[in-house]
């Protein structure tokens, strides 16, 4: 097999490729896979390098989505490391089998491109693909940048395989703004990545024909209820190893996520944005502007979606005085998804702040600095909290 | 006795071989179930090939009956018969097959 990466090199990538090269050192025995925009290049530059050598992978030509990830439950359960990647209608058709995914403990990884879910149809980036699959069992990584996307789909992969997990992972970029524009990024060398994630083992593979087993069988009101609890303490068991590798990789790479959301300017901060993904780089750029003028903000970016850093978030919000809640995609009849999230998670608070939400970027609608900064006025008084407002929609 | 959550193997992965027999399918069926003609058969076994749950009865290489208490009564033995020794009948019927 060739290398291509003997020591660390910094390159110029997009967070698709960068995807890719994660995909290209974990060294995945089979990869179905199905083509869609923004997740595209993805997977063609993962199957370049298949096709150049660089990787011994058995890529599967699906006929959909819904293939894809049926191709991947079989192939896992079989004892193959597995990867995929998908966006929007792409995840909308693959659904039923992600819940099927994550019961069978199978522990596949999968790149998102995030774009929005139809109709109307539209290609471009915000959530709410992902978070239709808030809740298939699956474990939710939402990225920054390119180099995110590179560094937690490398860790989201050694969790996933984590015998106190067995859960799959979807490591989140948003589609076009990260899977389509080129940053610099550090790709560890090949050796490190593989050792880092080390092999995978199965622990019933269906392939070993020495010690057979029956697997998806059928739960009927008297073990369903058992298996689903299952999946929750695996969950639940994600917080912790997550720490662990994070203190692993930040031994290999120098690049620290620590804890399970990134604080930016939180210490003293007496109002706070949260955002997930891209916009976390447009608003620390705003927070940044703001502190020049005194203000004192911060910001509050969770990389875990699922499971939720509840306890955590809770405690950094504590006795601060607003909060403004951005939401990249709709729960139409409710609050924005990651709004109920943290208006639960302050449940347990005495020092509750108030609470704002605000719905932004839908169908790749672009958000300026200037204006998560005028969202500040809202903050310190001049509109009442616990509304649901949009920014940058024509009203 | 019913397993807590904690004792299940993760997945709900039945582990080892052969459990079919720890589950008595044949109260699934509704209405019909399959009865063998001897003087017809021809012990090809393709019912033994096709028969989902194992429930054809071989002796010496020879079909011998049904083991009614897992045959889900699909009829896929029936369906796949080529000398027509399978038939699918009411439960109810007196056996056609002394």
């Known amino acids: 097999m060739k290398k291509i990466l003997e020591k660390e090199h910094r390159t110029l990538l997009t967070g698709a490729e960068a995807a890719a090269h994660t995909m290209r050192q974990l060294r995945p025995e089979v990869v179905p896979v199905y083509p869609i925009t923004p997740q595209t290049p993805i997977i063609e530059t993962f199957a370049q390098f298949v096709a150049d050598g660089f990787v011994d992978t058995e890529i599967i030509n699906v ?27 792409g995840l ?38 992902s978070m239709m699959a808030r809740d298939a069992g699956w474990v939710q990584i939402f990225c920054e940048n390119a180099q995110e996307a590179y560094d937690l789909s490398i860790v989201g992969q050694k969790l996933a395989e984590d015998q106190r997990v067995l859960l799959p992972v979807m490591t989140i970029q948003d589609g076009f703004t990260i899977t389509h524009s080129a940053e610099p990024v550090a790709l560890l060398p090949d050796e490190a990545v593989t050792e880092f994630v080390g092999e995978y083992r199965a622990l019933y593979p269906l392939l070993d024909t020495e010690h057979p087993t029956t697997q998806g069988p059928f739960a009927l009101p008297d073990y369903y209820f058992e298996l689903k609890r299952q999946q929750v303490d695996a969950m639940e068991n994600v917080y912790a190893v997550w720490g662990e590798l994070q203190e692993e990789f930040a031994k290999l790479s120098g690049r620290r ?58 405690q950094a919000l504590q006795g601060c005085k607003a909060v403004a809640i951005l939401d990249r995609a709709l729960s139409l009849g409710s609050w924005g998804p990651l709004y109920s999230e943290i208006s ?46 949009f920014i940058g929609l024509r009203e | 006795m019913l397993k807590r959550y904690q004792e299940l193997p993760l997945g709900g992965v039945v582990v080892g071989g052969a459990t079919l027999q720890l589950v008595k399918t044949g109260s699934w069926r ?15 076994l393709l019912c033994w090939v096709h028969c989902p749950e194992a429930t054809i009865l071989i002796e010496d290489g020879q079909m011998r009956g049904f083991d009614y208490e897992h045959c889900k009564g699909c009829g896929l033995c029936a369906e796949h018969c080529p000398t027509d020794a399978i038939q699918m009948l009411s439960e109810m ?5 002394p």
């Open chain 2, 30 to 44: 509704s209405g019909e179930k399959p009865f063998y003609d001897e003087k017809r058969c021809i012990h090809c």
């Open chain 2, 93 to 97: 019927a007196p056996s056609p097959c």
């Open chain 1, 257 to 314: 996520y620590r804890g399970l959301f990134e604080a930016y300017k939180l210490d003293d901060a007496e109002y706070i944005y949260i955002v997930l993904g891209a916009t976390a780089g447009t608003a620390k750029v705003a927070i940044d502007r703001l502190r020049r003028q005194r203000k004192r903000v911060g910001l509050l970016k969770p990389w875990l979606f699922r499971p939720f850093p509840t306890e955590e978030i809770a």
């Open chain 1, 344 to 389: 639960a998670a302050l449940n347990t608070v005495s020092a509750r702040p108030l609470l704002y939400n605000y719905i932004y970027g839908l169908g790749g609608r672009d958000i300026r600095p200037d204006q998560l900064m005028s969202v500040l006025k809202d903050l310190e008084g001049e509109s009442d909290a616990n509304v649901q407002r």
């Open chain 1, 63 to 89: 006929e959909s989505e819904h293939s894809a990830m049926s191709a991947a439950v079989g192939a896992s359960c079989g004892g193959a490391r597995v990867l995929t990647a998908t966006s929007s209608q």
């Open chain 1, 92 to 129: 909308a058709l693959m659904l039923e089998i992600c819940y099927i995914a994550s019961a069978m403990r199978c522990p596949i990884g999968m790149a998102v491109g995030s774009r929005a879910l139809s109709g109307p149809i539209n290609i471009h980036c915000d959530h709410s693909d």
